[in-house]
Nanobody, 116 residues
């Protein structure tokens, strides 16, 4: 059974930084794309960043230049380094695993609150 467990959420002041981690466990085969999504209250889930198995990264416009996604294939970890945080970054952040565009798994989410 595949499991994703996020960690690192919390409360941070505007302009601050926070690092999220996602640990993946289970029997996983195939090409994997890891991603982070977020969902603020009353809003739809929003894609934040993605890293493919070849290391190629991409970002949503709202976080480009402020967030950085990275992965450790040997340890099945994916991190999201967030800097210059804004109140509008407040949301529950979810880790996502996509295997060959066929199977998709989600973590339980971790709360990030940006507030003074």
């Amino acid at each position: 059974q595949v499991q994703l467990v996020e960690s690192g959420g919390g409360v941070v002041q505007p302009g601050g930084s926070l690092n999220l981690s996602c640990a993946v466990s289970g029997n996983i085969f195939g090409i994997r794309t890891m991603a982070w999504y977020r969902q603020a209250p009353g809003k739809p889930r929003e894609w934040v960043a993605r890293v493919r198995s070849d290391g190629h990264t991409s970002y949503g416009d709202s976080v480009k230049g402020r967030f950085s996604i990275s992965r450790d294939n040997a340890k099945d970890l994916v991190d999201l380094q967030m800097s210059s945080l804004k109140p509008e970054d407040t949301a529950v952040y979810y880790c996502n695993l996509n295997i060959a565009g066929v199977y998709e798994y989600w973590g339980q989410g971790t709360q990030v609150t940006v507030s003074s």
